[in-house]
């Protein structure tokens, strides 16, 4: 490292060190493979918010009037499918994971970094089969793809569908393997395993689901493909085959895959609240130790999707006991963020909203989980919008309010660019608000009985869909305003300086953006969120410096 | 403006009901389990939101360079969180617990009705063979069994009146149990996603008094026989009659079958349930019974679900030692089982079978099903 300090011109950094194609498509170094999957999972939500405002719109009337029912199977699916396996699993770990996983441990980059773009590539071919699916027909089966409907009877791509999945858990595997090696392996001298951040506990636990848990569903799918076309037995009983065994399989690895998504979300949050409040994380050690322990059992909770399958009652109530315990961490954990302002010094700024909005939904989120978890309940709400308000919650209210908290936190580090703090406050509320307008009437149109993937429904449901609808455009125009915001601050926005939050995190020692080999004197390793350290009085004197006298934001 | 948000309001309200009717036994119970989990909810959520915003408030950044306090250090405050839902999750665990499991728990003098799904319809029968398509009708305060399966893709059978859900599949039977506790219409989905016509595969479950399902029942004639007879004459036709008959080395007596455990060829022991049967006319190399040979065709394809069922039903009739059988063919003695019908059958433990009476009524005393 030292021959790049002996080099280091300051005005030379990861982004404008070379700005030809060429540079981008073959990079190795993790902050641009990151842009690459930021510009990348940026276009695969806007296809499936795209697909979310069709099923919203054809909702909007009780006669399924706007789209045939074939077209609105598709849609539903594709939004399913494009959300969950092109945007919410590779969300945090491949974007913020990939940028921040070697600057948090004060590495130069991860252990692997041609197998990192390598993972971008495959990722891309996955996502290419996805539209090339969209194009030529769409999918209909659900993002479940149950037998024998997916393996037998459905005229739609399937076939592609299954193989984009399939190619795609590579690039899962591939990324986790990485940080699980990065962070074994490269951590600075005297960083600790008591010492990292939370982020890289989440991402610790999140690679571990991702490298056990993939190959399962890759396989399962496989193996309905092969059900599908050379017609072997497996999941359909006409063929001898078992269709609950592919639930089984399923979910073995869908349900772990619910942990993809949230445990980054934690880490982040993690990061958020600490930063906000000046103040070192309560319960350090329960959040980063659950975060393995919620990765762990949740291989062992499987089952709970499927309390309606006619399942024995002994096994129902083993699965709905082991998803009462992993919900108790869980409650912790919220607790603990929680506690953390107690006595800190608590600043509003955008990433912050985020991060209380992320308090807030994720309880209702997961309070649902608990309710659904218990088995009298789930009888009757299983399969209808109460498990689709719950699971956009989670997914919604969580990862994606986690994943956006992280991008206008690390924005800075990322661009070396500020953006405008006032339109995306605004932009925070309009997406907190809107969330809750949208999703908080399904659980009443649920618990009311309306079944999910409906294309028509009776008159009685139509209120609460009409609301949902008008929340939905709400939340569309608060996902909308950061793309713009955001844009704007790449070109136009103020240079950031170093820390420009005044938060005590290695990655905010080095400059924004960050040089080439992301440090230009080794960083200086205290204990984890230490806001008594000499170090944060120096920084944030530091930042006072550059900071007119009447811009000194209180936050 | 005024005048016209008046004359709406009422309409518009009538349109939001916010909860289904409570119209089965279970009904009431599931409720009880959702307010009270929805109050819990409730008062962590508040307890935890007004936590949140009064530490954003109180605790709000005085001056650019103020730094927060020390660490926490409240052991006792995680010990607390984390007892708190654990003793309130595992409470909550038995109660739900004990509502899936009365859920589970058929009433012994359940009726049993059947049911058939199919993309996208639901075909039901009555006890009496009566059939009727995506509305069932039942008698009020009579806990009423379904025993279902699909002839294609999984579905879903969802009465939301009734707080039950039971999924559908293809090759196997499941069963859903109910007691309707008012009469009228009540909504019927199909929950579980089947494909293009899914969210019109819905349909109505009419309850109605007892008596007016009586006459209802006498009104309607059946179009065809009862499941019994069906099944028998299906027996018959379909030459089961050749090796069942209980001295023919080929193939094993079916007299005492249903619910007896049954050692297979391959050595493992199973319980002769429905779906046994199913399989060892649908597929019965997969468990041939010990001391048998592989000699029994594949029906698939020769019998629908429908007369599946009815040849079930007529299984889960023979009771008693098997007729013995005279000098002379195989088919000879099946002939003469099948003449005089299941009244005919060997005395059994079925009380009102000593009556000489059609063949619906003991139809109607097997399909009293037990608890499992």
């Keep these: ?555 | 403006m005024i005048e016209m948000l008046k004359g709406y309001l009422p309409e518009m309200l009538d349109n939001l009901p916010l909860f289904p009717p409570q119209a089965s036994t279970m009904a009431g119970e599931v409720d009880a389990l959702t307010f009270v989990w929805t109050a819990i909810s409730l008062v962590s959520t508040v307890i935890i939101v007004a936590a949140i915003i009064f530490f954003m408030v109180r605790y709000r950044r005085r001056s650019f360079d103020e730094l927060g306090g020390g660490e926490l250090h409240a052991p006792m405050v995680e010990v607390v969180s984390m007892a708190i839902p654990f003793v309130i999750c595992m409470a909550m665990f038995v109660w739900g617990a004990k509502i899936f499991i009365d859920l589970e728990r058929t009433p012994k003098n359940a009726v049993e009705y059947l049911a058939f799904g199919k993309q996208w319809m639901w075909k039901y029968q009555h006890p009496n063979g009566l059939r009727e398509i995506n509305n069932l009708t039942v008698p009020v305060d009579t806990p009423i069994q379904l025993t279902m399966t699909s002839e294609d893709v999984i579905h879903s059978f969802f009465v939301p009146a009734f707080r039950v859900k039971q999924d559908v599949l293809p090759g196997r039977y499941t069963t859903i149990w109910f007691e309707a506790t008012k009469t009228g219409v009540f909504r019927m989905f199909c929950a579980e996603y089947c494909g293009s016509e899914h969210s019109l595969m819905g349909g109505k479950v009419t309850v109605l008094p007892k008596n007016e399902y009586d006459a209802w029942l006498r009104q309607e004639e059946p179009e065809r026989a009862d499941p019994v007879s069906s099944g028998e004459q299906l027996f018959t036709s379909l030459s089961c009659t050749t090796c069942h008959t209980g001295d023919s080395p080929r193939g094993p007596a079916l007299h005492n079958l249903f619910g007896s455990e049954v050692k297979l060829a391959s050595g493992e022991s199973v319980t002769a349930d429905e779906t046994y049967i199913r399989d060892s006319i649908v597929n019965p190399r997969s468990q041939i019974k010990e001391g048998y040979a592989a000699l029994m065709p594949t029906f698939e394809g020769q019998v629908s679900e429908e007369q599946l069922r009815d040849i079930i039903a007529y299984i889960r009739t023979l009771e008693g030692p098997p007729v013995a059988a005279p000098a002379g063919s195989d088919a000879e003695v099946a002939l003469a089982i099948s003449a005089d019908g299941p009244s005919a059958e060997p005395k059994t433990t079925v009380p009102n079978s000593t009556e000489p009476t059609e063949a619906a009524l003991s139809y109607a005393s097997a399909a009293m099903v037990g608890g499992q």
């Design chain 1, 1 to 555: 490292m030292s021959a790049h300090a002996e080099s280091y011109d300051p005005n030379v950094n990861y982004l404008n060190r070379d700005w030809s194609l060429k540079s981008w498509l073959l990079t190795l170094d993790h902050k641009r493979i990151a842009w690459l999957y930021l510009i990348s999972v940026s276009v695969f939500f806007a296809i499936g918010g795209f697909f979310a405002m069709l099923i919203r719109m054809e909702l909007l009337t009780p006669q399924g009037d706007l789209l045939s029912p074939d077209t609105y199977n598709r849609v539903f699916t594709q939004h399913g499918v494009v959300m969950i396996f092109l945007f919410l699993i590779p969300s945090i770990p491949a974007v913020l994971g990939n940028f921040l996983v070697p600057l948090m441990v004060g590495a130069v980059d991860v252990a692997f970094p041609r197998l990192n773009l390598l993972s971008w590539y495959i990722y891309t071919v996955a996502g290419i089969l996805v539209i090339l699916a969209l194009i030529t027909g769409g999918v209909d089966t659900g993002w479940t793809f149950y037998t024998p409907l997916s393996s037998t009877y459905a005229n739609s791509q399937v076939m592609l569908v299954a193989i984009a999945v399939f190619v795609n858990g590579f690039a899962s595997i591939l990324t986790g393997l990485n940080f699980l090696v990065t962070i074994h392996t490269m951590r600075a001298k005297n960083l600790t395993w008591g010492k990292l951040p939370l982020f890289i506990w989440a991402m610790y636990a999140t690679s571990l689901i991702n490298v056990l848990g993939t190959p399962v569903v890759a396989i399962t799918l496989l193996m309905a493909g092969a059900e599908r076309v050379l017609g072997l037995g497996i999941f359909d009983p006409a063929l001898g085959g078992d269709p609950i065994l592919f639930q089984h399989l399923f979910w073995f690895y869908s349900h772990p895959a619910v942990y993809i998504m949230i445990l980054p979300a934690f880490g982040v949050i993690s990061e958020l609240i600490a930063a906000f409040s000046r103040k070192k994380i309560f319960g350090y050690t329960f959040i980063a130790a659950s975060s393995v322990g919620i990765a762990i059992l949740g291989f062992i909770v499987w089952a709970h999707h499927m309390f309606t399958t006619g399942m024995s009652a002994y096994a129902a109530t083993v699965f709905s006991a082991l998803t009462m315990l992993i919900a108790v961490p869980t409650a912790v954990k919220v607790i603990n963020w929680t506690a953390t302002m107690y006595q800190g010094s608590v600043s509003w700024e955008t990433p912050m909203l985020y991060a209380v909005g992320f308090l807030g939904l994720f309880l209702i989120g997961g309070l649902t989980g608990v309710m659904l978890a218990t088995l009298g309940l789930d009888i009757h709400v299983h399969d209808t919008y109460f498990v689709v308000a719950h699971f956009h919650y989670v997914m919604v209210g969580g990862a994606i309010m986690g994943f956006l908290g992280g991008i206008h936190y690390w924005w800075p580090k990322m661009t070396g660019r500020l953006y405008n703090g006032s339109i995306s406050k605004v932009s925070a509320i309009l997406v907190f608000v809107g969330f809750n307008l949208t999703f908080f009437p399904q659980f009443l149109l649920g618990y009311m009985g309306m079944p999910r993937r409906y294309h028509a429904y009776p008159e009685e449901f139509q209120a609460l869909n009409v609301f949902s609808t008008a929340g939905a455009t709400v939340l569309g125009l608060g996902y909308i305003l950061p793309a713009f915001y955001l844009t704007y601050s790449l070109f136009k926005g103020e240079k950031a300086p170093a820390n420009p939050w005044g938060a005590m995190s290695i990655e905010w020692q080095t400059p924004s953006p960050p040089p080439l080999h992301n440090f230009v004197t080794p960083p200086v390793i205290t204990e984890p969120y230490d806001y008594e350290h000499e170090l944060i009085k120096e920084q944030i004197a530091e930042l006072k410096k550059h900071v007119k006298p009447q811009e000194v934001p209180l936050g």
